[in-house]
């Protein structure tokens, strides 16, 4: 009997004290996320960095003196923090240049050429030294154009298809519109199209034009193609419904060939685990209109602000977190290509990696993906620490990442996207005034917040 009794209080003995070690490890992990917070929101320095960056730094589209710039000033910042180890790591992009000349005019009843709000599509071709003058067909989508075939010959096309209101996502309606404006240049000269106007990408009605890459078959003729703020193509369309409207472009962008554009690396060396890599970043280049605030700016000075928060709070981590801004992210990915291409050359294993890239808005959680044959057991894990996370607001989903962590699929780890509130993105996304003026200090500073708490838990228990 005393045997028994012993017996049992012993394993009672021994299952109290593991809810206290489970209870003490989760109270550990709360108040961690909260000083993280914390330390952010009263110390951090993440909205001060990206006022130098778009101000000193702006228009940063990769091969420029100014994405130059910006990478020996955010290199510096990441020297600056104890603990980290900062680089540049070497990459070439195509330097493309807007030129001096932009003009889409529309030729009014009174035959007048009256101007209208664009801006040359990234990588766009120039005009070949001459504007020109020629009918505009409105189109709503690629099929149409291959259904008109030859009879888009000789004219300009106009692509109006807006993005879908309805899509509570804006980044959903973005998908399902974006295809003319990448698209689109290409497919008018395969029939003999001259030029391309495109809707902006945006749901708003205003007068401001987003760029935003263009890209071209290498078999087919090259055509410019250019936005049209939101303003203009509802007038272009309005005039087209009168009868044929004539418009004359013209502009001197250029591509100057492959140009130095590096990466920024910083990393604090994992205490126990420095193989395995976790990897937060953005990207530092931006269009070369307006400051590249929300695109993505943010997401660079997010980045540094979760090594520089770890540093203030004296955390020092088990795996090695490294802190990557990429280069050339929106005309050319070389950056993102660059860096996984090294990294599987080093036998490298990022455990996983998390990109901020939606603009610096209130974050509303993450979303996850990972090759299918990890996916499953990787999100079990992460879904655990949910319940730590939901009273900042931030929940889970499973989706795409970011663009430039892409190219680390194929190692197998887990790619995460920072998810903030996207209403007002496409209000200034690729625009000039996506700018400082237009970023909530606050908002940016929540985004740190929940980039360095989820980093934290990823580090201290690993996707076991
Ligand atoms: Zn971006």
Redesign the pocket.
């Known amino acids: 009997m005393i045997h028994n009794y012993v017996r049992t209080v012993t394993s009672l003995l021994f299952f109290v004290t593991m809810i206290n070690v489970q209870l003490s490890a989760q109270d550990e992990d709360v108040a961690m996320i909260q000083q993280l917070h914390e330390t952010i929101l009263k110390n951090g320095s993440c909205y001060s960095t990206l006022h130098t960056l778009c101000t000193s730094h702006p228009g940063r589209i990769a091969g420029s003196p100014n994405y130059l710039g910006a990478a020996e000033y955010t290199r510096n910042i990441l020297s600056k923090i104890p603990s980290v180890k900062a680089k540049l790591q070497e990459c070439k992009a195509n330097h493309w240049v807007r030129g001096d000349v932009e003009d889409v005019l529309i030729l009014n009843d009174k035959g007048e050429l009256e101007r209208m709000e664009a801006l040359s599509l990234g990588n766009s071709v120039s005009t070949n030294g001459a504007g020109l003058m020629a009918e505009v067909i409105e189109v709503h989508s690629l099929d149409e154009v291959d259904k008109l075939g030859e009879a888009i010959s000789g004219k300009i096309v106009f692509f109006n298809r807006p993005m879908d209101p309805t899509k509570i996502k804006t980044f959903n309606a973005y998908g399902g519109a974006v295809d003319q404006r990448v698209y689109g240049a290409s497919r008018v000269a395969k029939y003999g199209g001259v030029a391309a106007l495109v809707r902006s990408m945006t749901t708003r009605l205003d007068n401001y034009p987003h760029t935003g890459v263009t890209i071209y078959e290498d078999s087919l003729a090259k055509v410019p193609g250019f936005a049209l703020s939101t303003f203009d193509a509802e007038r272009l369309s309005a005039a087209i419904k009168k009868g044929p409207v004539k418009v004359f472009v013209n502009t001197n962008c250029r591509s100057e060939g492959m140009k130095s554009a590096p990466n920024v690396i910083g990393e604090i060396i994992g205490s126990e685990y420095p193989n395995e890599i976790i990897v937060i970043g953005?990207?530092l280049d931006?269009w070369d209109v307006g400051q590249?605030a929300?695109?993505?700016g943010a997401?660079c000075v997010q980045a540094i602000e979760v090594l520089q928060a770890f540093n203030r709070l004296g955390y020092r981590p088990k795996r090695t977190i490294r802190c990557v801004l990429f280069s050339n992210?929106?005309n050319g990915l070389e950056g993102g290509k660059t860096y996984a291409k090294e990294a599987n050359k080093n036998k490298e294993f990022h455990i996983a990696a998390l990109e901020s890239?939606?603009g610096g808005f209130s974050p509303r959680g993450f979303s996850f993906e990972a090759d299918t044959s990890v996916f499953k057991s990787y999100y079990k894990s992460v879904s655990k620490w949910l319940p730590l996370l939901e009273s900042y607001g931030l929940q889970f989903e499973m989706g795409g990442s970011g663009?430039d962590i892409g190219p680390l699929k194929s190692q197998k780890g887990l790619l995460i996207g920072l998810r903030p509130d996207s209403q007002r993105y496409f209000d200034f996304?690729h625009t000039t005034i996506d700018t400082i003026d237009n970023v909530n200090q606050r908002e940016l500073e929540l985004g740190a917040g929940a980039m360095a708490s989820l980093i934290y838990l990823i580090d201290k228990y690993g996707l076991k």
Do not use: L, N, P, T
């Open positions: 953005g990207h931006s590249g929300h695109d993505d997401g992210e929106e890239d939606s663009a996304h």
